[in-house]
């Protein structure tokens, strides 16, 4: 054999070697529409995911744990109670939310996920930023949808599509589906003129609340409440916290408080000031469940399906008759795989 003619077989075999290599390179990649509406090429097999932002770190959570890069901020000592042991030895690598918060590029490069989930923020434009800083990664970036609790259904069972987890993204579809649909028929027939008026109590002072069309403070709409306080949208969803009076809640009057921090809670019925509003007169001063996820808000996650059960009994108890202790037990099993004793769920529940 000559040497032009060893040199074009090898030249055939470089040829078909490449071929075959490009082959197999196609065949661990597949092309997938994101819930943005965007075309995005996804590998075949996807081990590991980080997610930009805690809704939608928290969701991967409850489909599989397994599949999470890292977490978006330190978890608390109580929270770890309720999770898996593997998924508190993951990295903070950090996210865009709240303010001026980004990830950690270098933690992020030595994770190497497999994917970045991404989730498309109903106001503002944070989403644009992370994108710009998570293309230098060179990973697939796919949008989905956590901020309303009327998309969790449908982002569950794309989760479930995109990464192989279809029997339990059903089950915890079917959980969503049938927590909201429940709801809705409980408070379908409340007039506007009989809604309870609800008071979101934020911060220390109880003073820090959510505009009334806030993701924030979603479940008070979904409950059949009415948020007390109308406002406009900031142009960032985590501006939409405002600062009011004293006087100016006294105007309110509201029917019922929730509030988000402990401190606060410990003192308002004790406080000379909030003695008059009526939702304190009444009893009707309630802390949010925060462990692991917080129930109600910050971050708004896949916890407030059952946050929604949980205030629409506060607000109608007449109307909505559910035992929260049996339904916190088969949420935590479910979602969180872990079973709860009556103690654990007390605790949880600040009961």
């Not at 992020?108 to 710009?132: R, Y």
């Not at 809705?184 to 003129?193: F, L």
């Not at 996650?301 to 929604?308: C, I």
Request: proline residues 5%; hydrophobic residues 40%; positive net charge.
């Amino acid at each position: 054999m000559t040497g032009k003619t060893r040199l074009e077989k090898n030249m055939v075999v470089l040829v078909l070697s490449l071929l075959a290599l490009a082959t197999a390179i196609c065949a661990e990649a597949r092309d997938i529409v994101d819930m943005k509406g965007r075309r995005v090429s996804v590998p075949a097999r996807i081990g590991k995911v980080y997610c930009a932002s805690p809704p939608t770190s928290n969701l991967l959570y409850a489909l599989d744990p397994s599949l999470l890069a890292g977490w978006n901020y330190p978890l608390k000592d109580e929270d770890k109670l309720f999770m898996n042991r593997k998924a508190l030895s993951l990295p903070v690598i950090g996210g865009w939310f709240g303010q001026g918060q980004s990830a950690n590029l270098e933690t992020l490069m030595k994770v190497s996920p497999d994917l970045i989930l991404m989730s498309q923020w109903k106001v503002g434009d944070t989403s644009a930023t992370a994108e710009k800083v998570l293309k230098r990664l060179h990973k697939p970036m796919v949008y989905i949808k956590v901020f309303e609790l009327a998309d969790y259904p449908s982002t569950c069972l794309f989760l479930g599509r995109l990464l192989e987890r279809n029997k339990r993204a059903e089950e915890l579809a079917k959980y969503a589906n049938q927590a909201l649909e429940e709801v809705k028929r409980v408070i379908g027939s409340i007039p506007a003129s009989k809604k309870v008026g609800v008071y979101y109590a934020e911060g220390t002072d109880g003073l820090s609340i959510e505009c009334g069309r806030s993701f924030h403070a979603e479940l008070i709409n979904l409950a059949g409440g009415r948020n007390v306080h109308l406002c406009s949208l900031k142009d960032s969803p985590d501006h939409d916290m405002e600062k009011v009076t004293m006087e100016q809640v006294l105007l309110y009057n509201p029917e019922v408080m929730i509030v988000r921090d402990r401190v606060f809670y410990r003192k308002v019925f004790s406080d000379a000031r909030w003695k008059n509003i009526r939702a304190v007169r009444g009893g009707r001063v309630y802390l949010t469940p925060k462990a692991p996820f917080g129930w109600f808000d910050r971050p708004p996650s896949f916890m407030r399906l059952l946050g929604l059960k949980w205030l629409t009994s506060l607000l109608y108890p007449d109307r909505y008759r559910i035992d929260m202790v049996k339904e916190t037990k088969c949420f935590y099993r479910l979602f969180l795989q872990v079973d709860l004793s009556d103690d654990q769920i007390k605790k949880i529940m600040n009961l």
